[in-house]
């Protein structure tokens, strides 16, 4: 079978797609994938790292209110259309999948017209702008939160299937982790990251902490920044002789799957991805939502998981170096803590998201039942 599948921008568009891609060359390595997204978007290294073709096209997003900016957008779209109907007339998918973000638009609208079946995946619990449009073409519509499910009422069919997660993630061993990064038994250790492009608020807040708090003996830390940020929280994390050898700086965690299964916390903001992630790994976190995200969906996101005492929440109101190095220090003096959180993460999880995707696909879509 050929597989096209779009999705991209930010991490929480392309790991999941990764993800989707990842099972169905599992379960049969004769499926052909290719990837369509942008230059622009994380999807350029991303999807090459895991191993596949992709291909671009010209994109660019919808402002949500009215603004001139959207004429330039209505430009690049129909411009990222035929690019796409270029690419699909060479490739002849048998389905095209989209998980979000704006290069899916013209390229499952281009699949659509070319009679290709199209299948789209929703991680928010509020709709994002592409997938509200595409979702009328759409043959199935997977959502992860059942709140959503009235979004896509114009989609063929609708499955609450929860967020796909890269098999690495779901096998991944905290002692093998633990054991790949040098670390002691009884070390704690911390992974930060405030997103895949990074939060110069989230950074500024942690290199504050870092600074002007004792950490040296009390954990270990791989802080991520994101890409534009690095060289400026690098250079003052490295500046401190007290934190080397302590705190780990760099643009991105490619292998976080690893940093993940051997953390005792994580410091992160609250995407739906992010959060699929804890949970599945039962992953106790400190979550500091984006407030710059629609409908406030992140802090709907981390108080859901709050509320079976899986997670801290702070707010970027809440949030100064100070209160988060309390939480931080607290969480490291009572273990039983972590423990019980780790717990709770782990039973709000859906592991098997990406075989429901793969077996209704073959179902709805092919009118086959696989094994």
């Not at 230059?39 to 191993?51: I, M, S």
């Not at 992630?277 to 976190?285: D, F, I, L, N, P």
Request: net charge positive.
């Amino acid at each position: 079978m050929r597989i096209l599948i779009t999705g991209g921008g930010t991490a929480g568009h392309i790991n999941p797609a990764i993800a989707i891609a990842n099972l169905f060359k599992l379960k049969d390595n004769r499926h052909e994938i290719l990837f369509v997204g942008t230059q622009k978007g994380l999807e350029k290294d991303l999807v090459p790292r895991a191993g596949y073709d992709i291909k671009f096209i010209h994109a660019k997003g919808f402002m949500r209110k009215l603004s001139l900016k959207n004429l330039s957008a209505v430009t690049q779209f129909f411009k990222g259309y035929r690019e796409a109907s270029k690419i699909i007339k060479e490739f002849k998918p048998d389905i095209a999948i989209g998980t979000g973000g704006y290069v899916a638009g013209a390229v499952l609208y281009s699949a659509h017209r070319h009679r290709v079946p199209v299948v789209i995946h929703e991680s928010n619990a509020f709709a994002g702008v592409t997938n509200r449009f595409i979702s009328r073409f759409a043959k199935l519509a997977y959502v992860n939160f059942e709140n959503t499910i009235n979004t896509f009422d114009k989609a063929g069919k609708v499955i609450v299937s929860g967020n796909p997660l890269k098999e690495g993630l779901l096998n991944a061993n905290r002692d093998e982790a633990r054991k790949e990064l040098n670390l002691k038994p009884q070390e704690i250790y911390i992974v930060a990251m405030g997103g895949s492009r990074g939060s110069e608020t989230m950074n500024q807040c942690i290199v504050d902490m870092l600074n002007s708090n004792p950490v040296k003996g009390k954990f270990k830390m791989i802080f991520a920044t994101g890409e534009a940020d690095y060289p400026k929280r690098s250079s003052l994390v490295n500046s401190n002789p007290d934190l080397s050898g302590v705190v780990s700086t760099v643009p991105y965690i490619y292998n976080v799957e690893t940093h993940y299964a051997a953390a005792d916390l994580v410091i992160c903001r609250a995407g739906a991805m992010t959060c699929s992630e804890m949970c599945a790994m039962g992953k106790a976190s400190i979550m500091i939502p984006s407030p710059y995200v629609t409908e406030n969906h992140q802090e709907h996101n981390a108080r859901a998981i709050e509320e079976h005492e899986a997670c801290f929440v702070i707010t970027e109101k809440q949030l100064t170096f100070q209160s988060l190095y309390e939480k931080v220090s607290y969480l490291i003096e009572n273990p039983d803590r972590i423990k019980k959180m780790s717990m709770n993460a782990k039973k709000l999880g859906k592991p098997d998201a990406g075989e429901i995707i793969y077996q209704s696909i073959y179902k709805y879509i092919f009118n086959k039942k696989v094994l």
